[in-house]
Every structure is written in C-alpha cells, then in structure tokens.
C-alpha cells in the first residue's frame, strides 16, 4: 500500500493569538537532561542543558487583571487586531476593521488615539506580518482571500508618507510566485524577509533579503530552504533545511551582516517551525508544533515546553519579557516561561521589549453583522507576577 | 491479497457498526482492538489526548459570526440552512444506508480504533506491516466489543487519504476534489482518479476560487457517481455562529461516511480572529480541504490541506479541535 506522504514541514516564523483546556503538567523544576553531543562538538565546558516541562493552563491570576486593569476602549464599530509584534514604546500597531473598511492603524495606549495608517482594498485578507522601527510601517499584504499566493511586502515612511513596494508574488506575465506570504523583521531600518524563488513549487528554495530602507538597497544574504528570518539579541537568525532534510539554524551580526558564530544553544535544534525573536531570548517550535524551544541568552541551557493540547499548537509566536505570546489557530495564549502556565486570552495579542498588549471584544455583538469594538489594554511584564506554578489536579 | 482483506475488512465494518451513536467514554470498547489499515494518523498524533474540558469562548466566536455575517459573501444567494435540518439530513442518510445496503458503493475502507491506548498498539504494528490474521483478528474483535458495549470508537478515519500541495493559490477546490478521488482509488474503488487541473477545469476555478456548487458538482462527477452510481455528496450549509445541533450534525454525518469509507469536504471560511486550520494566518481566508474522520470521541477531527504548498507552517495532516474547526465552516457548510 502506498504510504501517505510525511510532514513536509519547511521553515517558517513570526506571530501570535490561543485559548482554552487544561491537563495536569510537570512543573519546570523536573529533572534536566543533556542535550546529545552536538555535531560541532562544541567545548565540554559550555555544555548546554536542556530543562522539559508540559505547559499546563491556569487562571489569570487577580494581579493579572489589576495590571492589565486599564482599558482603551476603541469607537463603537471598530475593531483592532493585533498579532505581530508591533510595538514601540506606548503604540501599538494592528489591523482595524469597520464595518466599510479595513487597513492598518497605530493605537497609542497612553492617549487613546487610534490612527488610520493604510486602507485596504475590498479583497485583500489581511496581514500576514506587521512591523515597525519608526519612521518605517513595513507589512505584508494578502492580496486575495481566495488567491493564497497572491501577496505585497510594503513600506511607508510614516514620517514623509512615501510608501515603498518591496516584493510581490505577481509577476508580469500575470503568474504569481508560488508560496506564502513573507513574514517581517525590522530592526533600524533593515527590513528583512524571505521569499520563494520562482518554480513550480516552494520546496525548490527561498531567498533571504535585507533591505535597507533608509539606503533603499537590497541585499540577498542567503538562497535556499531558509525560513524567514528574525531579528533576536544582536544577530539576525534564520533556520535552515539541506537537501537530505536536516534542519539547522544560520546567523549573522544584525549591525554588519557579516556571519556570525551560531550560539552553542543553536547548534542542535531538532526540527524547526515558526520562529521568535527578542533582545533577550529566541524560540522556535518543532514539526508537528507541539513542542515549543526556547534560549534566554542568560542562561546556560534550552527551555522545551510541550502544548497541554491542540487547542495550544505553538505557531505565530512573540515573545515578551519572560513571556511567549502565541496564535495556535484556535485562540491566544500567553506562556510563562518560567513556570510552564499558560492562560488563554479572549482576542489577539502583540509583543514589545517591555510591554504585552492584549485586545479582546468588548462585549458580545448584540445584533447579526455588527463589528463589536475592541478593549485594548497593556502591561509591563517586568511588573507582572508570574502565572504561577503548574499543579497536578 | 492486502486489498482484498481490506475491502472484506470495511464491508465487515460498514455492514455491522453502521448506526452505533456517539458517545465519550469507552467502557468496555477500550479492551478491544481495533482496525488500523492506515496509520498515518498516528505520525500526527498528538502527545497526551491532545484534547481536554475545553471552554467556549462563546462571546469571541459570536463577535467573529457576527462579522461573517456583515461580509459580501458571494455564495450568500445560494445559502440555504434548510440543507441541515434534522428532517433533510435524515432524508440523505436514509438514501445513503438504502446505497450501503444494497452493495452499490463497492465497499469502503476505515480504520476505527475503540481508544487512543488501542490506537498506538496496533497503529504502530500496522506501521511495522501487519500480518493477515492480525487485520482478520482486528476486524472481527471491534464489532463483538462495540456490539456489546454499544459504544462507538474514539477514533475513526477513511483510510490512505490522500494529500497534494495544491498548485496554485487559489487552486484549494481542486486539489481538494483530486485529493477525495484519489484517496477512493487508493482504497480501490476508483479508477483514474482526477487531477488539479482536470478538476480545474471542470469547476470552472479561477482566481475566485471554486464556487459551492461547482464543488459539489465536481465531487459527485469524479466521485459520487463513479463511485456510488449517484450523486453521494450534497453541502450542508452551517449558520454563521454554529448551533449545538449543527456542530452534532456534522460529527455525525463525518462518522456516517468515514465509517463508509468517504471522505468530507470542508469548505473553510477563516475570519480575522476567529480559528483557523493549522500553519493559516490570521487573515480572512475562504479555504476547501478535506476531512477524514475524528479522534477523541469526536472531540477532535482528521484533515487534510493542500496548502502546504502556500504556507511552511501548514502539516499535510492534523489533528485539530472540533468545536474550532465547525467555527471555521460557519457562514459556509460541508459536502458529505
């Protein structure tokens, strides 16, 4: 009998959302195991560990909801999705919906304001990446919420209000370039992306841009079965996949482009998903996207954590201050990393250096077709007492 | 030879625990042993029962309907919720039992596993190449167990179904009607089993995608017809906030024709914020795909996806939760 073919998994990034259920779960504390001999065979005095532990789901502690106490409510009919880690300082920048239009805003939680940025037209499906260094707004665009390879990689200086297209999958012969929709990182002004080559399928290979926006000049760093990239700690990082289906992760020096050594905690990763990156830690999700890595550069070892279920899958993930924020397809939810406990979060999440942004509905719609108005609020996680422990019920 | 136990296997399957309700908990059933002719589902499986007391977000789902509901849907004039009363659905599956019966659909071919436990045992030997009196021995145990028990499987799914990236972005339709025709040939009940651009063709697909009833045409054309010598598949339409009976409804209908061997066809309507299948963005997607059977007892469902070939992130096969994945066909419906 013919077998069925197995995961195909290639190497992806980003983003974010979760919700509900709860299992019995080890805490972090369980015994920690070495990690195999990586094939570098690294130093024996750098030996990494690697800590396991089942996420388990809780319930927002009171602290929580003190802290994330303070509501921007948004106009009555407006809607205001968040998902990537958009974020600078007090504004966060999301998808807004109204019942005429939809596009990208900026909402600034200090003052309540909410910006209309970009206005889409009527059959585009949304973003697939949000990003932002100001002066730059970078994002993907669907094009089509039935053509899935039809896509556009923007930048709009928000300052000058020129906007800049950087990629698109439609080609001149009115073909499109197979695969999906380039997942953002910026950092400064290096705006970096992957993007399959043309051909009759993904598989054949993506390339690795950094684009310059200030320069306005393109470099392809790398081509092949990369990932998109993510910008995490002071290197620019990317995964992998040779011809024989080995995964492996590649870096270089975010400033100067120029490779840099893959940290020790890098350098086995097992198979890689979606990725995350943050000025302090880097995680990436396994095929199968139960099973979730995590590498806090202060730490000698590798975090896993695997999903209490598949309402948890780990994919469109951030991270923020201790935190993993996730979209698992089914809900949002919101990992400690310290403790293994998760909470399910009732709407679409974004994460900054120092700030976790949470928008939910603000109540149920009262009537067939109304948009219900977001709440917006934010905390510091660094204020935030953790989730708490993972117990056995 | 292997086809041959295959096909006795399922016609043994279809013609004895064809009518047993669902229900959690499988008691006596979990002894058993149960039927894995494909264990392609256990690669995917997820660690622990994958599933737990999950909650509704019931005000999140409402708020995500409500915003189905205010889109210029193009398939709106065709909607016709009368296609899942009880009354309509019991009228399909009387004519589907008639067809069973009277040996017009040449047999099917299921895998149906009592428990998770039984599942990994005899998967994993299924995996490692059976022998014929292990297939005989796990065709026969399942119906006396279930028969006395009364239960039915926590796991169920139509066998080698098959998966293909599609090969264009707005190519689901197709890839999904070649993915169902060629997972029936694989079973051997179909010959020369249509391709994406045969199917392409014949349903009329362009950068708008595949209409419902193009689908439904497309399906019954390759498959119901070839197969069954009438047209099997119809759509049910399911309301933009799914009922409780509608989310019943499609489970059973699902356990009707995986049990019988056919795949379900899934038509997705994926909202900003509401759930979307595995690896998907977060976007508005409209998205046609394959459905296999459950697991859990019906708390989680089998699929297919041909967009593996447009997002990195998406598994050729899930396992994903039932009450999100109804959600997601909400405004739109299912072929069965």
Known sequence: ?393 | MRMFTRLAIAAAVAATILQMPLAPGAGAASAATGICNDPTPLKYLPPGDGVSSARQDSAAHAEVAARKAAFADPEAPQRDLGTGTPQAIAARRAQKEAAVRAGRERGGSASVLPDRATLIEVCARAGRRATLGDRIRAAAEPWVSRAAAGVSPGYLWVDYLNQQDQLYGWWCGPATLSEVARTMATNGRLINPVDQSTAASYMGTDTGGSSVSAMVSGLNSYVGRPVAGWDFYMFVWVSFYPTQSERDTFLSNLDFDARNGWPVVGDGWEELGGPHLIGHPNQRIFHWFQIGGYGSYGASIYYADSATSVWSGVQPFAWYDRDALVTILGGRGYAW
């Open chain 1, 1 to 393: 009998m013919p077998g069925n073919p197995l995961a195909r998994l290639l190497v992806v990034t980003l983003g974010v959302w979760g919700s509900a259920c709860s299992t019995p779960s080890a805490p972090l504390s369980a015994p920690t195991a070495p990690t195999s001999a990586p094939t570098a065979s690294p130093p024996a005095s750098i030996a990494l560990s690697v800590k396991r532990a089942d996420a388990c789901i809780v319930s927002r502690p009171a602290a929580w909801e003190t802290a994330f106490a303070r509501v921007t409510a948004l106009p009555e009919g407006t809607r205001f999705g968040l998902g990537s880690p958009a974020v600078v300082g007090p504004t966060v920048y999301g998808q807004i919906n109204t019942a005429d239009s939809s596009g990208i805003a900026r909402l600034d939680l200090g003052s309540g304001r909410l910006e209309e940025l970009v206005r889409f037209g009527a059959d585009v499906s949304g973003t697939a990446s949000i990003a932002v260094s100001p002066p730059w707004l970078a994002w993907t665009q669907g094009n089509s919420t039935r053509n899935l390879f039809d896509w556009t990689v923007y930048a709009r200086n928000l300052e000058s209000g020129e906007t800049l297209t950087l990629a698109t999958s439609r080609r001149a012969d009115g073909a499109f370039l197979p695969g999906q929709q380039p997942v953002l990182s910026l950092r400064a002004s290096q705006l970096a992306w992957s993007q399959t080559l043309p051909g009759p399928g993904p598989q054949l290979g993506s390339e690795l841009h950094v684009f310059d926006l200030a320069a306005r000049r393109d470099k392809v760093l790398t081509t092949g079965r990369v990932s998109a990239p993510v910008f995490s700690g002071r290197l620019l990082i990317w995964g992998e996949r040779n011809p024989g289906g080995a995964y492996s992760f590649a870096a270089v020096e975010a400033l100067t482009l120029a490779p840099a050594p893959l940290p020790e905690a890098l350098r086995v990763p097992g198979s890689i998903v979606f990725l995350a990156g943050a000025k302090d830690s880097f995680a990436w999700s396994a095929e199968g996207l139960m099973e979730l890595n995590v590498w806090r550069f202060d730490a000698n070892e590798r975090r896993q954590y695997r999903a209490p279920d598949i309402r948890h899958y780990f994919q469109f993930m951030q991270l923020a201050g201790g935190y993993l924020l996730w979209y698992s397809g089914v809900g949002s939810a919101i990992l400690d990393l310290e403790s293994g406990a998760l909470v399910d979060v009732s709407g679409s999440l974004a994460g900054g250096d120092d700030l976790i942004v949470m928008e939910q509905p603000s109540r149920p719609p009262a009537k067939k077709g109304e948009i219900v108005a977001s709440r917006v609020s934010a905390a510091r996680p660094s204020g935030l007492p953790g989730l708490g422990e993972c117990r056995r019920s």
